[in-house]
């Protein structure tokens, strides 16, 4: 019956084709990823820009550019972890404007920086246990839980710290300022502690066992919790950890823009970092996709948005270009990782 | 009696347990905790801010509240499919524009300023609902990019009209009218939303779009499975919250006349919030209108509140928030917990004391163990699975029911032919051929059914009245069980329980309260009617000869009843045997006009004496695997002759259990005993010693003439 099978398979060269795709017969156009679709499109954007913006290609623009995509990066790989264990974390935002201006707001009261950080961590924490909690105890739906602890944590902070839109940063804390503005063979720091947290997150979801069990549950959590992880626990840790990032992308931001506005967090920043990790192929339904998915992600989206300031779109026109972005992203991710109706799961919105 | 166990008596007499278990059945128990928060909302923010309840300030409510409903709706369509929409508060904002544009800017008709703003409303739903239906999108995602898409179409064009907006003055009497006017002191606005809710109350609970959004929210592999065309519901369930929103939108801007860069910011949580607080789920397959429509006053009356309070806009923005997650939390805990509740709460067991004087088989006497049964033969072994009754009909073929919802035939004269005589689809049980030779049968979780002889199954009825305070709907018959008919042709049958399905009639001996009833058919009008309610479990009946009266038995009660349908007597109800030594079933004639009474099982002191501990009962059915639970022995019983008037003349017993332990029911037939088991593979056929070989079923129906001709004499006399 195989010998049988195998001639026919010989005698009609387009069955072999689909029979082994590993041999690389495939045309190459079917054998790309999203991400090394994306890849390519932030290319041809970046060279596009190059070519046509008189102000893209400048160094100035260029460090302006991986500024904006370390802070958006690093958010991005919050995101991925809470996305690829079957979540989302829309408090990241929040989290990180709250918990970085109730440090500076410590500060300001006497308390040495590294200790106001260190309560800023703190509160990362308490919020990450809050959201985590609610999530993998509760049951309640990840981006519901999210989306609705948003305000709630801006709320406290609104009523507890702000005091005026913005805030700036201490003048007496030196490493702060070599943080925002130093350059390492031409490089702003920010853009190394991206790189760094990026080796961080990658070993993480690589090496250790919580890493890899973030994988597990975001691929089947009933079988993961059948096989016997700790899924409740480890989704906790997830969102401890997103709410950990935020608040190191806070310090990076207060750093490079000497202070930071509250109203960061009406903006649909948290969306441009939904945009990153969508983007670079990370899929939403959890389980697939890495650090390199965000960076390539960030990459696009950095370059889209930078463009965008320099063509002096709008604000408004800028969201709206966002907006179809993230849709077209969307359906491509639809479209690639097809849901049919025997396969999807009820309640799952 | 002592005191203590007359106060459990009386309790379980007087305090409706089973309500409990019964109210957590209803699918609208779900609205009690968001109804319990509504008159606390209430309560709490009226006395705080009296100005709030005042007339204007009902006014001024009564108009949000309109708006608010009608988009808490639109919501909740979607959720209910399985969906969410968040970008209800942007389109919201963009149908404003639309109409105050058309209204104020241009000075179009209002009908088509209102045309145009549905299109926008049910075009942008469309968008929505082409992504996500068709496309299979992720509704939440979507929704919040098509959010932040269609509130930057809105900023980019509101700019250009807002000063026009403003300046403008709408030449319509009916556009002023439902801005400013009232009606019983409330604006038009409300009415226009009280009708509309109406009609989506109606399309949701009642017509099939409505139960298909429900069908593809609750489970879309099924719908799909099933033949919905769950891609296109899902996708007019975005086009109906576009449309909604869209009237909404046109109240709002008769409303307000004007619009500002925050109309409809942040809309998407607040009417969320109300949606899930009403008790719709997340996720799809429940929500309701009412739902809705409570969701949506508590949360304007909490935002209201807070707002007049003096709390800044993210404050009440953060308590919203709160709100919402502990609303979604109190709904999926409800909803894990409440079967489980309900498993824990459903059976509320009732005092019953039986009476201690009942005969015992051991001890001799009329009950004592024989071998009498063990000589029946037995026909149909393998053949038929739990024929519950049999029948024989005028040329003597036997009829049985069996497990399997068929009724089979034997053929006279040596029953080893066989043959499926009609299939039903429900267990059935007692059978009995009428005046026609039709074969009236009771089944099981259906009702009570005809078969002609012709093999026609024609259903005779499957509901009777709803008594009127009950809360489970006790219409449905769900366990029909044996039946008779009566001389004038009216078809008397015992429910045994409405509590309980077929599957779990032993669960309701753990009860043991009224939950049974006798229902009366009558062919004549096709009317059918409880004629004796609150009974324990009320098995077999035998209509008398006299026309106006009938024998039934109490299974858990162990006691034969008569019961006076009709004559002077009419309505009584009276004891003829009280201490039956076992749990009595069907119950035939004899040729000797006595009665056969089957037991199918005898008491035992320790259930007996459980029987009087309600609260031990409880404990045990909410404490112990059902499989570890006490249940009466119903594994052997025996045969007992009695007379009409009471009186047991023998008792007739299968010792050693070869043919025929546990006999439901028996029909004398031509000097034979056919006997049938629910638990059984076999018919027995037993020679009834000194019976007449004459005497069939069908031969009654010439003695009942003739009674019938003597009372007319004595009437005329």
Partial sequence: ?349 | MSLAESFVRARSKFFPDHLIGEILTKRWSDNAVPFAALIMVVVVFGALNPNMFSAYGLFDLAGQVAEYGLMAIALTVVMIAGGIDLSIGSVFALCALTMLTGMNVYNLPMSVAVAMTLAVGGLCGAVNGLLIGYMRLRAFLTTLVTLIMFRSIYELIMPNFATKIVLGFPDSKVWNELGLGSLFGLPYAVFVAIIIAIVWHIILSRSRPGWQMAAVGGSRRSAFNAGIKVRRVVFMTYVYSGLMVAIAAILYGARLNGLGTDTGIGLEISVLTAVVLGGTTLGGGRGSVAKAMMGAVIVLILQNGLLQMGLLGTTSAMVLGMVLIFGVWLDVRWLKNRHKLLNSSYVSPAYLKLPEDAPDPDKGGVYAVNDLLSTSQPLAIGDVEGPEDVAIDKDGNLYSGSRHGNIHRWLAPDYTKHEIFAHIGGGTYGMNFDKDGNLCVCVGGMGLYMVTPDREVVKLTDETNRSRWSIIDDSRLRLADDLDIAPDGRIFFSEATYRYSVHDWQVDMLEARGNGRIICYDPRDKSTKTVLGNRIFPNGIVCLPDGESLLFCETWACRLMRFWYDGPNKGKVEAVISNLPGYPDNINRASDGNIWLCLIGMRAPVLDLAMTRPGFRRRMTRRVAPANWLYPNINMGCLVKITPEGEVLEAYWDKDCVNHPMPTSCKEDRGHLFIGGVSNNRIGKWPVPGANPEWSEHTKWATYGRAAATKTSEKKA
């Avoid at chain 1, 991925?80 to 201006?101: F, K, N, P, S, Y």
């Avoid at chain 1, 480890?234 to 310090?251: N, Q, R």
């Avoid at chain 1, 179809?324 to 109706?341: G, H, K, Q, S, Y």
């Fill in chain 1, 1 to 349: 019956m195989t010998g049988n099978n195998s001639s026919t398979a010989a005698q009609t060269p387009a069955a072999t084709e689909v029979a082994s795709p590993s041999k690389g017969r495939r045309p190459w156009y079917t054998r790309m990823t999203q991400e090394s679709i994306v890849l390519l499109l932030a290319t041809i954007m970046f060279i596009g820009f190059s070519i046509s913006l008189n102000n893209f290609f400048t160094s100035g623009n260029v460090i302006t550019l991986l500024r904006s995509v370390s802070v958006l990066g690093m958010l991005g790989l919050g995101m991925a972890i809470t996305v690829i264990g079957r979540g989302v974390d829309l408090t990241m935002v929040a989290t990180m404007v709250v918990g970085i201006v109730w440090a500076l707001k410590l500060h300001d009261a006497g308390l040495s920086f590294n200790m106001a950080l260190l309560a800023a961590c703190g509160f990362a924490i308490v919020v990450g246990l809050i959201i985590g909690i609610i999530v993998a105890f509760a049951e309640i739906p990840a981006v519901f839980t999210t989306l609705a602890l948003g305000p709630v944590i801006f709320g406290i902070g609104n009523f507890a710290f702000f005091t005026e839109d913005t805030h700036n940063a201490p003048t007496d804390v030196e490493w702060l300022r070599n943080l925002g503005f130093d350059r390492i063979l031409g490089v702003p720091v920010s853009l190394y502690i991206f790189a760094l947290l990026a080796v961080l997150v990658w070993g993480f979801l690589r090496f250790t066992r919580a890493g890899r069990s973030v994988y597990a549950i975001g691929d089947n959590m009933l079988a993961a919790r059948h096989t016997g992880f700790p899924v409740r626990p480890l989704i906790v840790s997830k969102y401890v950890i997103s709410a950990l990032i935020a608040v190191i992308v806070g310090l990076i931001v207060v750093a490079t823009n000497s202070g930071i506005n509250t109203r960061l967090v009406n903006t649909t920043l948290v969306y441009d970092v939904l945009l990153v990790v969508v983007l670079g192929g990370i899929g939403l339904s959890g389980g697939r996709g890495g650090v390199r998915n965000v960076i390539v992600g960030t990459l696009f989206v950095g370059v889209l948005l930078n463009g965008m300031t320099i063509l002096n779109l709008s604000y408004t026109t800028q969201n709206f270009i966002k907006s179809l972005v993230m849709l077209i992203a969307l359906i491509a991710e639809t479209l690639l990782n097809p849901r049919d109706e025997q396969t999807s799961q009820s309640g799952d919105i």
